[in-house]
C-alpha cells in the first residue's frame, strides 16, 4: 500500500540530486551527438546545453538546461538557472534546426531564469520574449518533456511546443514554489502551502490540459532507475517527433497556434464600465 | 447559526458604481517623488505629470485621453475570470480578491481594450488596469490582448498595448504562465502582415509582461522614470547581497542597456505616437513586407 505522494514530496523528488539530467539523456538516447557552445554575443551558458545529435536514426536538436551534482558544477551551471546568453544559444540553435530542417527535442529542468544584475542589464526578459516568439513560428517539429522542475518563464523559454511531455512526478509553476509564497504571502518558509495550492504536479497539468503525457517513474523517482526512465521517456518523445514529422508545416504551425490559444480560464458577463476616473485630456 | 451573522460578499453588478473616484478639483496632491502640493486639477490638466517631472500612474480609462476624441470602442469588455485552481488559502482567497477588485475598479480584470485611432489613424489598443491586482496577467488579460492582436491582423491595423503590470497572475497558476505563448502566438502572426505592435512601457512593466509581448513589439516606447525588468529589485537584492544602483531598471538605465527604443515624456507622447504610426500605415499601398520568416 503506497502512501500518496504530496505536491511537495514531488517537488522534493523533481529536484533530487540524483535524478538524471539533460546531458543523462543525451547518453543513453543519443547514437551520435556533439554539443555546440556559445550565442556568438557574449558567452557560453553551462545552465543551458545545446547540441544536435542522433535517435533511432533520426538528426535532431537537443536543448536542455542542466544542473550539477555538486557545488562546484553548481556554481559553474548556475543551479541550472540561465543568464540571457544561454536562451540566445537556444535561439541560435532554433534558427539551425530550422535552417537545415531538423526537429527539436527540449529537455526542462530549472528552478527559473537567473534574477541578477547582469542578467537584467542582459535583457533577461527580452531573450525569455524573443525564444517564444521564435518558437511560435519554428517551421520544424519541437517537442518538450518536462524532466525536473519547470519553473516560470525561465522553463517557458525552451518550451513553447508542439507537444509537451512530462515525467510522472516533475513540476511546472507560474514561478517556484519558495517564490511563489514568498510573492504571495511574503514567507518564502511556506513553499510547501504555495506547492499544494498552486497545482504544480505533472498530474495536475494533465487535468488542466496543458501537459500532452506524462512519463511513469520507478516506484519513488527516476532515480531509483534512471536508465530505464530515460529510455521510456526516449520512446515517447521519439513518437511524437515522427508523429509531427508526418504533418505539412501549415499544419504544424496551425495546430501549435491552437494549443496555446485556448489555454486559459475565462467565461463571459454582460459587459460594464470601469469606475476608475475619466479620460484625460492628452489633445 | 453562525451563518445568520456572516456578511454575505458582495455580489458584483456590471455598471454599479460603488465608489466616488473623483477627488474634487480644489484637492492639493501630493506627489511621491518630490512631495511637492499640487491642485488635483493643475495636476490632470498636465496629463498627471509633476513640475519635478514624476509620471504618476493612470488609469485604463484616464489613459483613453490619449485617442482621438470618442474615438475609443471598448471590445471584449464581456470576458470575465474564473477560479481555475480554487484558490484559498490562509492569508488569500482569489474569489474574494476578485470580487473586492471588482468593486474597485468597476472592471472584471485588470485590461481595457479595444479600437480607436490617433490622428486619424486606426489601431487596436489595449490598457492594462494597475488597481486591479497590480495590473497582473491572468486569463483573462491574455485573452483580451490575443482577441486585439487577432483583430489588428484582421482589420489590417496597428496594435498599441499600454502596459503597467507586475507579471503573471499567481492565483491562476501555470494558466497564467501559458498567456504568455498564446499572446506571443498572436502577435506573430500580426507580424506576418506587416503590421506593428507598439509597447508603452508605464510604471511598472515587470516578470510576464516583459517575458512575452511587451520586450518584442517593433517599437518600445517607455514612460520616464518607468520601471521596467523581468526580476523584482527585491528578488535580486536577495540573491545578490548587496544594494542596486538606484537608476537600475529605469526606462532610462534599460535604454542605456539596449532593450528600449526611446524615452517619451507623456506629454509629447500623442503626437509622437501619431507621427509613428503615419511611418507605417502610410506607405506605398502596393508595398507588401517580405515574407514571414523567424
Not at chain 1, 490559444?261 to 492628452?282: D, Y
Not at chain 2, 491572468?138 to 486585439?148: H, P
Request: glycine share 8%.
Amino acid at each position: 500500500m503506497k502512501t500518496p505522494l504530496s505536491a511537495w514530496d514531488k517537488v522534493q523528488i523533481s529536484r533530487h540530486v540524483q535524478r538524471p539530467r539533460t546531458l543523462d539523456y543525451v547518453r543513453v538516447l543519443c547514437e551520435e551527438y556533439f554539443e555546440f557552445h556559445g550565442d556568438r554575443r557574449f558567452a557560453d551558458d553551462a545552465a543551458i546545453v545545446a547540441g544536435v545529435g542522433r535517435i533511432d536514426g533520426q538528426s535532431v536538436v537537443i536543448i536542455g538546461h542542466q544542473k550539477g551534482r555538486d557545488t562546484r558544477e553548481n556554481m559553474r551551471r548556475n543551479f541550472g538557472m540561465p543568464k540571457p546568453e544561454g536562451y540566445r544559444k537556444a535561439m541560435r540553435l532554433f534558427h539551425h534546426a530550422q535552417k537545415f530542417a531538423l526537429p527539436v527535442i527540449c529537455l526542462i529542468d530549472t528552478p527559473g531564469a537567473d534574477p541578477s544584475m547582469e542578467s537584467e542589464s542582459r535583457g533577461q526578459g527580452n531573450a525569455i520574449a524573443e525564444n517564444i516568439l521564435v518558437m511560435a513560428q519554428l517551421r520544424t517539429p519541437i517537442v518538450s518533456l518536462v524532466i525536473g522542475e519547470g519553473g516560470s518563464g525561465g522553463a517557458l523559454a525552451i518550451g513553447v511546443t508542439d507537444r509537451i511531455l512530462m515525467l510522472e512526478h516533475s513540476v511546472y509553476s507560474v514561478a517556484a514554489p519558495e517564490a511563489s509564497a514568498a510573492i504571495l504571502w511574503r514567507d518564502s518558509s511556506k513553499a510547501p502551502d504555495a506547492a499544494k495550492t498552486m497545482r504544480i504536479t505533472a498530474q495536475d497539468l494533465k487535468d488542466m490540459a496543458i501537459v500532452d503525457t506524462l512519463i511513469p517513474e520507478p516506484e519513488g523517482g527516476a532515480h531509483n532507475d534512471p536508465d530505464a526512465t530515460i529510455r521510456r521517456a526516449g520512446i515517447a518523445i521519439m513518437q511524437s517527433v515522427n508523429q509531427l514529422n508526418a504533418l505539412p508545416t501549415s499544419i504544424l504551425l496551425d495546430q501549435r497556434y491552437q494549443k496555446y490559444r485556448v489555454i486559459g480560464a475565462i467565461k463571459t458577463m454582460p459587459t460594464n464600465q470601469s469606475s476608475m476616473g475619466e479620460p484625460l485630456s492628452f489633445l | 447559526m453562525k451563518e445568520l451573522f456572516r456578511r454575505a460578499p458582495k455580489a458584483f453588478t456590471p455598471g454599479e458604481q460603488t465608489r466616488d473616484q473623483d477627488t474634487p478639483d480644489n484637492m492639493w496632491v501630493k506627489c511621491p517623488s518630490c512631495g511637492d502640493l499640487t491642485y488635483y486639477k493643475q495636476l490632470r490638466d498636465n496629463l498627471k505629470v509633476c513640475k519635478c517631472g514624476h509620471h504618476m500612474r493612470l488609469s485604463a480609462v484616464e489613459w483613453q485621453g490619449l485617442f482621438d476624441s470618442e474615438s475609443f470602442t471598448e471590445e471584449d469588455g464581456d470576458i470575465a475570470p474564473l477560479d481555475p485552481l480554487n484558490f484559498v488559502s490562509p492569508k488569500d482567497n482569489y474569489a474574494q480578491k476578485l470580487r473586492d477588485s471588482q468593486l474597485h475598479t468597476g472592471l472584471y480584470d485588470a485590461m481595457i481594450s479595444g479600437n480607436a485611432s490617433i490622428m486619424g489613424q486606426g489601431l487596436q489598443v489595449t490598457i492594462t488596469e494597475f488597481e486591479f491586482i497590480g495590473g497582473s496577467m491572468g486569463s483573462v488579460f491574455g485573452e483580451k490582448i490575443a482577441r486585439a492582436a487577432e483583430r489588428a491582423y484582421e482589420r489590417r491595423v496597428p496594435l498599441l498595448t499600454i502596459n503597467a503590470s507586475g507579471g503573471a497572475r499567481m492565483h491562476e497558476g501555470v494558466l497564467a504562465l501559458m498567456q504568455l505563448p498564446k499572446v506571443n502566438l498572436t502577435l506573430a502572426r500580426l507580424g506576418t502582415i506587416g503590421m506593428p505592435h507598439i509597447s508603452l512601457m508605464t510604471d511598472p512593466c515587470y516578470g510576464g509582461v516583459l517575458a512575452s509581448y511587451a520586450s518584442v513589439a517593433d517599437i518600445i516606447i517607455a514612460e520616464p522614470g518607468a520601471r521596467i525588468g523581468f526580476a523584482g529589485r527585491r528578488v535580486i537584492e536577495q540573491t545578490i547581497r548587496q544594494k542596486l544602483p538606484a537608476n537600475f531598471q529605469s526606462a532610462e538605465f534599460m535604454m542605456e542597456h539596449g532593450m528600449i527604443d526611446m524615452v517619451v515624456p507623456r506629454t509629447d507622447l500623442r503626437s509622437t505616437l501619431g507621427r509613428l504610426l503615419k511611418l507605417y500605415t502610410m506607405r506605398d499601398a502596393d508595398a507588401s513586407p517580405l515574407p514571414a520568416d523567424v
